[in-house]
């Protein structure tokens, strides 16, 4: 589940954002709406823990997100917590398989190759494990960082623009695929879009609808 309440976030010279409160059930999804720049990525940033409120509260998977720091974050949102970002940082020098093991070691958790396996042939990808992320085609590589996403099994699942990039067929898939995984975990899933058909493809989600500040950076 994610709630907040008086979430606000400022960046430095610029005035607060001041984020509508929102409680979203485990296992339920929510679709961040708004134009480039109104704070979409802001808000994921704020529910993976990468940025701090200014004030309020925000809560994820029974955690107040605030409350953590340091080392200890780092470790809860690697845990818990599944990103996909719309920049897929694959990192090129390592394997498939490689790079999924570094989930493990961001958790502080023993390596599980297995269950590297298994991740990587649910998401269809089995096959490129020893390929570098230069050898993968775009779709490849997003089921790629899907399965490192979803590796550990977290609560929450945020996803940064998924389909901003791809065709209808491909974005089709996309949307599919991060449906089928948060249903297969119980996994509340979160969009931040400004796609429409997103908003089509999931019409029982809850929206929260954020505005942009001619002053606030993008994000």
Partial sequence: MIGTRSLVHAYPHAPPIHMPDVTVSQGGTLLLRGPSGSGKSTWLALAAGLLTPSAGEIVVAGQSVGALAGGARDTWRARHMGFLPQKLHLSDALSVNDNLALV????????????????????????????????????????????????????????????????????????????????????????????????????????????????????
């Fill in 104 to 219: 493990y070691f961001a958790a502080g958790l023993p390596l599980d190759r297995a269950a590297i396996a298994r991740a990587l042939e649910t998401l269809q990808v089995g096959a490129f494990a020893t390929r570098r992320p230069s050898q993968l085609s775009g779709g490849q590589a997003q089921r790629v960082a899907l399965a490192r996403a979803v590796l550990l099994r977290p609560r929450v699942i945020l996803a940064d623009e998924p389909t901003a990039s791809l065709d209808d067929d491909a974005g089709a898939m996309a949307l599919g695929l991060l449906k089928e995984s948060a249903a297969r975990l119980d996994a509340t899933l979160v969009i931040a879009t400004h796609d429409a058909r997103v908003w089509q493809s999931l019409p029982q989600a809850q929206v929260l609808s954020l505005v942009r500040s001619t002053t606030e950076p993008a994000a």
